[in-house]
């Protein structure tokens, strides 16, 4: 049968990306300097290959052959996918893909100490080249697949996605989210918070990180925690690989960012067994991953109860200090403060930042802006925005992420689509289980889990996101929710 | 040019190998259990591909090409290396290769509960599948070489080396080397060795270790050490990777296990960039590796001078104790003791482990005797050469090593080879920048691995061993240099 010749054959592609995944974890975790550029060129020279694999004349015809066998539902789902990642991989010529990739790395690596040296002269060049290869991925893209160029770009990461979409819900939020942070400031003002003295020590940290994750049911036999200087969670579903970055004077940020990577970590660790290496068998969507991990952090890490639960572990690392009192360590999380960091921003703040990236990149890579016109915009959305300043300052504005230096324009609106799935999946867990407060005090965070792997890990690509969505909620994505919960928590609405 | 064409693909297969060689690092460091099964598969199948890649039809047509090409004399090498390579490779049939495969995992995992329980019953029939299809190796590589069985087996680890240069060098150590064990040992009889007391925690071992690898010119920049159950040298050149194990209730035997693996390290490390990914840019086989990594281990690590330099340093992270002045810590060093066990064996009794097992697997190659006839063989040899009864010992005499399990017959011979040749480098140093003792007092260690690069690592695999020996020391391999040091260093000659 076709169908198995297939699945064979993604096994294969599969095996090869587990090696890709791990040596890339490597690059980012523990390779050394001096072994960038044979790394480099290896992982390039395997990207190379494995798009040769996947383009291969006999998939074509054993997808056409496949179309007329008898499938089961999740065999026709399988297939729908395979067919979804063969036409992704067969749009772009060879040489292309790896002078993307050539050039990704040489900008990312660059980009490490050029950001710490806010260097956008050395910088602007290199992304350049990115976003000039990255024109012609969207423009092959958008000529075969019939769509305007970032929509073919969104495709790679959220399929269903559109700029009309994306303009109706992100629209929406332009509506009342401006008022909401507005008034959330303004009842914070007087608010005191006390802000915990350390140092921290990175060992306690890591200590206290490890007992958190063991807490939302991370699986150590299959993944393990390391440090790099930009926190994600790769590896493969049987061997995760999360990691996340120490700062002694601080470890707020830390072990939130380890909350919400092992959010990323459980999805795949609980993605099902039996599909696992088809394409079927993966994640759905950038944002429904990003959902998981921001159910983590914002829905569960940040919840009051939740603080109560780990507020005691953290003063067994730290020593008792009136800042890490349940209430301190709550008021300290839900602060809201308009600010310059994406990844420091608080929930209400966060869709701001992600829809300045959104309308930049949308314009970049459909050509209406140029990466030198990116620190002036950058600068004028943050204003409007946030009413923040970022002229000069490049390290914390349009050079503080890594995303556009490997050309993954089309990822950034997943954060703001994972937040609203995380909220509107919170509301219907609620209805299902009760209240989140009453789950976390009544020891049912299993419960949780078990719940989200129901609704969303057990069902990996198997069901379209609309589809995914509707069942585990009853409707698909709107970002009412999103709303709900923020005025709820907030301002107490 | 089919040479050029020959280079590019050479390159496409070093870049793979590079993953496969970073992967194989990790599932020894860093991976956790439960990874396993999908890396030992995604491993298999790039090992599938490289096979397929290195056997692909066009290279033998590509080298038939370029034999009528002008080539210089590097290339001319470089060419000779790719022809041995590909005759290696595509030697064998796929079936005895899945085959041998199969049959070493399975005797080497049965076996390391088998030597526990000193098992000769339940391994024996392993080892003997082992045997019998790695003679079929043997038998198929001999006729193709057109060499004897045991000489084509030699020819994976040391091409041009032969039973007939081995019977001559080992049987030049038999005159003497059972003579000067005795006379070593009666001398060290009354000597007092204390031994260090612990613990040695494992922070401060570590420590010692990255400070001894520093002062021996390791290149942090290109490479790392972490911990392995098993201790080796692996990634690349330009990103070799280390490993020890630490055993906190001593820091000896780790200690030199670092020396001894930063050896290997240089050597990797020092090969000529510009013919890395190439394979006469690779080191040249495995007993001049092992003369790399026992020339710092043995020739300076167990240095009386050497082990003055690095006391302090031992001291400064364990504390002061009598044990651990520079003159005991050369006794302790430098102590002889025949005993059971080769990787536990000093430098003195060591040839006497490698040239039993050299006369074992040649003869088991080539017919001579059987699996059944080993314990007794190995019992009759271990008296005759150290004094020492293994009858019944199974797990401490013919069980205790990992060779035999996978078919890596035709390894073992280069220990010695590697001892011996590092023995004959250091008098050839001596001749060009004084006595060793004078030149590590004088801290001229960069000197000292200058003359190295220049002799032994910028040549690579450029030149065959015998030239590279010559142009190094005058001299092709000779067994004198070595008996000359362990008379110099142990019966004071
Ligand atoms: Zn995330
Ligand atoms: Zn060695």
Known sequence: MSYQQLEAHQRQIDRLQHLFAICGWDQATMMPEGGSQARAEAMAELEVLLHAKKTAPEVGDWIAAAE????????????????????????????????????????????????????????????????????????????????????????????????????????????????LITEVSERQRGEAVLTPVGPFPTEQQKALGLEVMSLIGFDFNHGRLDVSSHPFCGGVPTDVRMTTRYNEEEFVSSLMGIIHETGHARYEQGLPREWLGQPAGEARSMAIHESQSLFCEMQLGHHPAFLSLIAPRIRAHFGEQPALSAANLARLYNRVEPGLIRVDADEVTYPAHVILRYELERDLIEGRIEVADIPELWDAKMQQWLGLRTAGNYRDGCMQDIHWTDGSFGYFPSYTLGAMTAAQLRFALERDLGEMGSVIEAGRLPALFAWLSAKIWQHASLLPTDELLTQATGETLSPRWLRRHLEQRYVGK
């Open 68 to 179: 007329g066998e008898s499938l089961s539902a999740a065999q026709q789902a399988n297939l729908n996918e395979i067919r979804r990642h063969w036409q992704d991989a067969r749009l772009l010529p060879a040489d292309l893909v790896e002078a993307l990739s050539l050039a990704g790395s040489r900008c990312e690596h660059a980009w490490r100490r050029q950001r710490q040296e806010n260097d956008w002269a050395g910088f602007a060049p290199n992304l350049g080249e990115v976003v000039r290869l990255s024109r012609d991925v969207a423009r092959l893209r958008a000529e075969a697949l019939e769509m305007r160029p970032y929509d073919a770009m969104l495709a790679l990461y959220e399929p269903g996605m559109s700029v009309v979409k994306l303009d109706q819900v992100f629209g929406d939020l332009a509506n009342w989210l401006p008022g």
